[in-house]
């Protein structure tokens, strides 16, 4: 694992994140059984995901390693607890800079938050992608 954000400038252009999170918040949705609401933090980004708690049930205050990636990574199948693919549809450009990524998981639904020149240039609208998370 790398600790240091793979966000800009990466030698790996299909990778859009790597990098480590806290998870800062859990809400559990009152009409959805299995799915809840998680609040990852780091210095850069905030990411808000639909996580299915029976498959990666995560804790308040532990640290995940979250990759976003283009492509499948088979390096990393076996080390990664939760994976879902799906598709950015949505990039606002906010004030001050900063830009929220949507991207929906089959109806899981994610919203990465950060500066703009803290993403990479390769997160572009209709982009498919990849979420791997593990607990570290």
Known sequence: MNNN????????????????????????????????????????????????????PMEQNKRYQVILTQSFLPEYKKSFSYAMYGKIFKIDLEQDQYQSIYISYGGLVMKMRGKLNDMSQNIKNETRCYILLRQI
């Open 5 to 56: 954000s793979h966000i800009q400038g990466s030698t790996n252009e299909t990778i859009l994140v790597d990098d480590s999170f806290t998870a800062s918040d859990i809400v559990k949705e009152p009409k959805y059984v299995r799915t809840w609401r998680v609040i990852l933090d780091n210095e850069k980004l905030q990411i808000e995901i639909d996580i299915n708690f029976d498959l990666f």
